[in-house]
């Protein structure tokens, strides 16, 4: 059997997590420069507010409903999301972590009589120790689960987990289930689907062989497995990553090569931690900019430039400065520009590469050590990006969030501070 965790409303949950005062209202939080929504409460949605709707269309249900709104503290996530995870690894044996606010947990090794309570006890650790609510499915497959943990989330009854370990339960919960709610069916193959008079989840593990072999492909035929209860999607690693990218929209345009220059630099900061984290090394780059193709009272440009490194590297001071190449090569005066990005064009193997014929072995070593230093220093309590490229200005300076929450859980400075004093 496996289980799907899921956290409920996460962002939102995160933010009531250290301000119990919205804790029954309506909240929202929105993406990067407070764009659109991204995460809403149940009592926001039963207002009418729907995911992704932009801020400008709500501005007016907001203020009228009373509804609380934050801009997104990803740092914050960030770090609550490893809390979760934590308690779910001391608790299960093996889980594989899905997505920020997702896992898989193994109960292979569990009493299959004593999964409900299991699964009720875990769900109950995670709110006590993380102060974040949970729903978690059970069943024989990774599909199943998530039809399961679905259940787990929308009826009250089940207390937060529900498992599906019988015949019975599998195609009633199936039969409940509309199809586009299937994990693995998209809305292109939900509408051709459809047109086959494929409604529910039920009707598509009812299909027979032949008909399945006409209408999918191999993804298709996986999930179709699946929801018949024959585990055959796993957690495989991916396949060595070929690209990365680090971009932003800007808050306000920026009309300075010093401005676009330090963005860049951050981008390469956050690109070079992440290439040590996997052992990658960027063999090439590309820094693009674009004006604002919305605003044509105002000229337009979008440029593009490409450089290939000398040697393999995840060097951030390499990367920097290869990319602040770049964009001098493109930049240009008198555009307002309102988004630039840097993309690592090709990754490899940091343990094996190419290196140049004219660089220093010792000169390797000292850069590597170095960069090793700074992510120490940036992992500990003194601060993200501590130590950074003197070119370097934080991406958050150039992004426009009107309603931060503050990093409560990662900063000294942002500790919740609580009035013990008792009456006058």
Not at 16 to 29: D, E, G, S, Y
Not at 279 to 295: E, I, K
Not at 387 to 415: A, C, M, Q, W
């Amino acid at each position: 059997m496996i289980g799907l965790i899921d956290c409920n409303n996460f962002f939102v949950s995160c933010e009531r997590v250290f301000n119990p005062a919205v804790r029954t209202k309506p909240v929202i939080v929105f993406s990067n420069n407070d764009g659109c929504a991204v995460a809403i409460s149940n009592e926001a949605k039963a207002l009418g507010v729907k995911r992704g709707d932009p801020y400008f269309k709500i501005k007016g249900a907001c203020n009228a409903y009373g509804i609380e709104i934050y801009s997104g503290n990803h740092k914050l996530y960030g770090d609550m999301s490893t809390r979760v995870m934590a308690v779910l690894s001391a608790i299960v044996p093996e889980i594989d972590i899905y997505s920020i606010d997702e896992a898989f947990l193994h109960f292979e090794t569990f009493d299959r009589s004593t999964l409900q309570s299991t699964g009720r006890d875990i769900v109950r650790k995670v709110r006590r120790f993380t102060g974040i609510p949970t729903s978690l499915g059970i069943a024989e497959t990774r599909t199943l689960a998530k039809v399961a943990a679905r259940f787990a989330k929308k009826y009250p009854g089940y207390r937060s987990c529900c498992v599906i370990d019988n015949e019975e339960k599998r195609r009633k919960a199936l039969e409940l289930t509309p199809l586009r709610e299937i994990w693995g069916v998209g809305r292109r193959l939900s509408r051709k689907l459809n047109d086959h008079g494929i409604i529910t989840g039920l009707q598509l593990a009812d299909l027979p062989v032949d008909a399945v072999e006409d209408l999918f492909n191999v993804s298709g035929k996986k999930t179709w497995m699946e929801l018949n209860g024959s585990p055959c999607i796993g957690f495989e690693p991916d396949d060595q990553q070929k690209q990365m990218m680090c971009s932003r929209s800007f808050g306000k345009f920026l009309t300075t090569f010093d401005d676009l220059a330090a963005a860049v630099a951050a981008f390469a900061s956050t690109v070079g931690r992440k290439m040590r984290e996997r052992s990658l090394c960027a063999v090439s780059l590309s820094v693009f900019l674009y004006t604002d193709g919305f605003r044509s009272d105002l000229p337009q440009y979008y440029n593009t430039a490409h450089r290939t490194l000398s040697e393999p590297t995840a060097d951030t001071l390499t990367i920097t400065a290869a990319a602040t190449d770049a964009l001098r090569s493109i930049f240009r005066k008198g555009f307002a520009y309102k988004k630039a990005g840097l993309m690592i064009s090709e990754l490899t193997d940091s343990n094996h590469i190419q290196q140049s014929l004219f660089s220093n072995p010792a000169d390797r070593e000292r850069r590597r050590r170095l960069m090793e230093t700074v992510d120490s220093i940036n992992r500990c309590t003194i601060g993200h990006d501590t130590v950074h490229s003197g070119s370097y200005s934080p991406i958050d300076n150039f992004v426009r969030r009107e309603k931060p929450s503050r990093l409560f859980s990662t900063r000294l400075s942002d500790i919740i501070t609580i009035n013990c004093n008792h009456g006058s």
